[in-house]
């Protein structure tokens, strides 16, 4: 397999982390067995990780099932995926056709090309459904958008063979985490307006609450000796969250008005359980967390 590439992330996705993956990698624990990420999107610190070092045990793992599928199939049958994306002309009436075909009556390769090419060929690389659960973003304007990576595919596919791919839930990672592993969480953040801060209802779907019980499933994997990091928007109501916790700043390209068209780094938070840059083992938090937890 020596004349394949790195793998690189294959889809593009809202709040990639391709960007602060060195900033954080520099913060992962020194020694871990297997490595957890339950809110994959496209994988970007897998991907990076996988390039430096051999994990023993992987486990990736999202909501999202046409995510899901479209790592499995990649995983399983990237002949018959990069097969079925090589019939694909770009068009805007092909977009629209393939866009309006029913995922569920493909078979597992047709629904990963399907996705791969609305994520490269679609608006701004957008994942969005309606309520009906139908994929809704338009065409984008790309010239010639390069939705068959054939190369990178294969890479990826053989990046993936022995990785464990979940459709699940991120709390279910509690039941998988032994300890000495390591769990990066990477979560639709808080949004960084005041005003959202103070409501339960975040409109990307993942409220107050979402976030509350992500701290405390970090708080159950510090007590089972999991190590464990999460990064966040820099706002008053996670580092509320996470005072007990190790907090680090780091900066991020972002957007940085509501239309995306002003852009700057901005602060974000990573968050762990371990002293970061020192060799320590993830109960050292018990004391500090057994101040927020009562039961
Ligand atoms: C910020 S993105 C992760 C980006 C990823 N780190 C990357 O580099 O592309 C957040 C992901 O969390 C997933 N997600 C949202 N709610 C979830 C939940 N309750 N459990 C598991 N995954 C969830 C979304 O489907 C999305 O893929």
């Known amino acids: 397999m020596s004349e394949l590439p790195v793998p690189r ?6 709040g990639g982390k391709s960007q602060l993956a060195d900033a954080l990698l520099k913060r992962r624990p020194p020694h871990f067995s297997a490595y957890h ?7 970007a610190i897998f991907f990076r990780l996988y390039r430096e070092r051999h994990i023993r045990r992987v486990v990736l793992s999202d909501i999202n099932p046409e995510l899901v599928d479209t790592y499995l199939a990649v995983r399983d049958h990237v002949a018959e995926v990069i097969s079925a994306l090589s019939e694909f002309p770009h068009s805007k009436e092909f977009y629209y056709a393939i866009r309006a075909t029913d995922p569920l ?33 338009p065409f984008g304007r790309y010239q010639s958008p390069k939705y068959l990576d054939r190369d990178n595919l294969l890479a990826v596919s053989h990046a993936l063979r022995n ?10 990672v509690v039941d998988r985490a032994e300890p000495g592993d390591w769990v ?29 019980r992500l701290r405390d499933v970090c708080i159950t994997l510090s007590r089972n000796n999991v190590y464990t990091m999460v990064s966040n928007s820099d706002t008053p109501a996670v580092r509320a ?5 190790f907090i680090d700043e780091v ?24 002293a970061p840059h020192q060799a320590t083992q993830p109960q050292l938090l018990e004391r500090r967390v057994s101040d927020l937890v009562t039961s």
């Open 105 to 137: 009556q493909l078979s597992l390769p047709e629904r990963a090309a399907r996705m791969i090419y609305l994520n490269k060929t679609g608006y701004n690389g957008l994942y969005r459904v309606n309520r009906r659960g139908q994929f809704n973003v």
């Open 163 to 172: 990785v464990e791919i979940l459709c699940a839930a991120f709390e279910t």
């Open 9 to 14: 992330p294959f889809l593009k996705w809202a």
């Open 184 to 212: 990066y969480f990477d979560p639709p953040y808080v949004p960084v307006s005041q005003t959202a801060n103070f409501t339960s209802y975040y409109a990307n779907g993942f409220g107050l609450q979402d976030q509350e």
């Open 37 to 43: 990420e339950p809110f994959m999107g496209s994988g």
């Open 251 to 274: 900066l991020a390209h972002r957007a940085i008005n509501c239309k995306g068209a002003k852009r700057g780094k901005v602060a974000e938070l990573v968050i762990t359980n371990y």
């Open 241 to 245: 969250l996470y005072q007990n916790f």
